[in-house]
């Protein structure tokens, strides 16, 4: 059964030769580090599921975490491995639905993070996916949630980048709600335009281009 948007379609995204952008550093990924830099500890297990470019799945590795890194597309953990030098613990095809693999690594995680996940699937797979992070994560692990916000500029540019690739992006509340039961360590909104005095920089929780949350 397909979930969200079909694999082919992302392997043909990752394929494309313009998907360079997405493993190099932007402001976007600058400012998600800078989030991340408060929670991230060396020798922390990690889940980089949706791993996309294996622009995360480096920078975990970089501050001394053990990190596996999940893709439903081959294209994408081909870009991962690359770019990871193959050092992450294991390189995971899989369909985050699928039961089997989750029962195998369940309660081992210290941090599961996604950037740019959820918003492709609906409501009901969202918080199915939520479900099976609590299970995969550590008593006291780290949920980290990145995801668009639905009132950036970010909504009207997106198509034309990414054609063939749907998503929905989020409300402040919507996203806490997804994390319903679980104690919310931090959550905003982030900028990610190069100006210092940038709308999303003065009003990053309603206008930024991205939204987050850390729970618990």
């Known amino acids: 059964m397909e979930h969200g ?3 082919e379609n992302w392997d043909r995204f990752w394929s494309a030769t313009g998907t360079r952008r997405f493993t190099q550093k932007s402001w976007s990924k600058v400012r998600i580090m800078e989030v991340l830099d408060d929670v991230v500890r060396e020798g922390m297990e990690v889940l980089d599921a949706g791993c996309g470019s294996g622009f995360f799945s480096s920078y975990f ?5 053990r ?3 999940l893709d ?3 294209a994408s953990l081909e870009i991962t491995r690359k770019n990871t030098h193959g050092k992450c613990e294991a390189y995971l095809q899989e369909d985050l639905f699928r039961e089997g693999w989750t029962e195998s690594y369940a309660g081992k995680f210290d941090l599961i993070f996604t950037d740019g996940l959820f918003e492709h699937f609906s409501s009901a797979d969202q918080q199915r996916l939520m479900d099976r992070f609590r299970m995969l994560k550590k008593e006291n692990g780290i949920v980290a949630t990145f995801v668009p916000n639905c009132y950036s500029w970010w909504e009207f540019v997106r198509p034309l980048v990414m054609p063939g ?5 989020f409300t402040p509340s919507r996203l806490k709600e997804l994390h319903n039961g679980m104690r919310i360590l931090k959550t905003g909104g982030l900028n990610v335009l190069p100006l210092r005095l940038s709308p999303e920089k003065l009003f990053g929780s309603r206008l930024g281009m991205l939204l987050y949350v850390l729970a618990v």
């Open 5 to 7: 948007v079909k694999r």
């Open 61 to 65: 590795m970089n501050k001394g975490c």
């Open 165 to 169: 690739i749907k998503e929905v992006p």
């Open 67 to 69: 990190v596996w890194s």
């Open 72 to 74: 439903h597309s081959a």
